[in-house]
């Protein structure tokens, strides 16, 4: 059983910072992608950043230059700084990772955690 657990989130003032974690953990074989979305109140859930194994990263244009995906691979953990907040940057935010398990992979999520910045 794989499981992965967000941390991190909160409440802010516009302006403010805030730094996610998501750890991973269980029977994983190796860690793929690792990526963060998020969904605002009455909106579809959408892809924030990703980074893979290797360590590429790409992001949301809406995000673009304020988040910064990274990765621990010793700890199975990937996190998301997150500077500059805006008011619509408001939601809860899933991580979610393609994990070999058992040489095959697989998609998990975490349960989320929630982000509110006020203005």
């Known amino acids: 059983q794989v499981q992965l657990v967000e941390s991190g989130g909160g409440l802010v003032q516009a302006g403010g910072s805030l730094r996610l974690s998501c750890a991973a953990s269980?029977?994983?074989?190796?860690?793929?992608?690792m990526n963060w979305h998020r969904q605002a109140p009455g909106k579809q859930r959408e892809l924030v950043a990703f980074?893979?194994?290797?360590?590429?990263?790409n992001y949301a244009d809406s995000v673009k230059g304020r988040f910064t995906i990274s990765r621990d691979n010793a700890k199975n953990t990937v996190f998301l700084q997150m500077n500059t907040l805006k008011p619509e940057d408001t939601g809860g935010y899933y991580c979610?990772?393609?994990?070999?398990?058992?040489?095959?992979?697989?998609?998990?999520w975490g349960q989320g955690t929630q982000v509110t910045v006020s203005s």
């Open positions: 269980g029977s994983i074989g190796s860690m793929l992608a």
């Open positions: 979610n990772a393609q994990i070999k398990v058992g040489g095959i992979p697989r998609d998990y």
């Open positions: 980074i893979t194994s290797s360590g590429r990263t």
